[in-house]
């Protein structure tokens, strides 16, 4: 599954009291959370995901804030919902694998470098295109992967001595 963009559209609930609603021929206008799955007494309610949800229910599934007071958009991947910030922070803001720009799964586990997202497969040394490996030890320059064995020799004379080698972490994408 990709991820999904997801407007939050808040509504004036028409069961909104403390009073049961009035049952009519085939309608009861008692909505149910998807969050907690109790029923929607409250005078607003959200819609999100096809579902109502409470306000204090559709909630960041990092960060806990509460979606519908910091905004009219979440998003979904990997079953987590997201406040826009920390879906950029997990997965990057476009989505999508920096080498080759295709959409990345949400199933799908990536490697990060820089704040840059890759599919495992695509995250090689730009030289000799080995795939870097957890446990590997690597080199980002200038946008580009080099393995330890690759790493340009400006580097090795000590030219770009700013730069420092980083050990290569599978990224978990846990908040």
């Known amino acids: 599954m990709h991820q999904k963009s997801i407007y939050i559209k808040a509504m004036v609930n028409p069961g909104g009291s403390a009073q049961p609603p009035p049952v009519t021929a085939g309608s009861l206008s008692w909505k149910r959370c998807a969050g907690c799955g109790g029923k929607i007494a409250d005078r607003f309610l959200l819609y999100a995901m096809d579902s109502y949800w409470h306000s204090r229910c559709l909630k960041c599934s990092c960060c806990q804030a509460q979606l519908g007071d910091i905004g ?11 406040c826009r910030n920390d879906y ?6 476009s989505g999508a694998c920096s080498a080759c720009g295709q959409s990345i799964p949400a199933s799908e586990l990536v490697m990060r470098a820089q704040g840059n997202v890759y599919h495992l497969k695509c995250f090689t040394c730009s030289t000799c295109r080995n795939r870097l490996v957890p446990g590997d030890r690597f080199h980002y320059i200038n946008g580009s992967l080099f393995c330890e064995h690759d790493r340009p020799t400006a580097l ?4 770009l001595n700013s730069l420092q080698s980083n050990p290569l972490l599978p990224d978990q994408k846990v908040c």
């Not at 950029?88 to 803001?93: A, S």
């Open 88 to 93: 950029i922070r997990l997965f990057g803001n």
């Open 72 to 82: 009219t958009s979440c998003y979904t991947k990997s079953g987590m919902i997201l």
């Open 156 to 159: 090795i004379n000590g030219h």
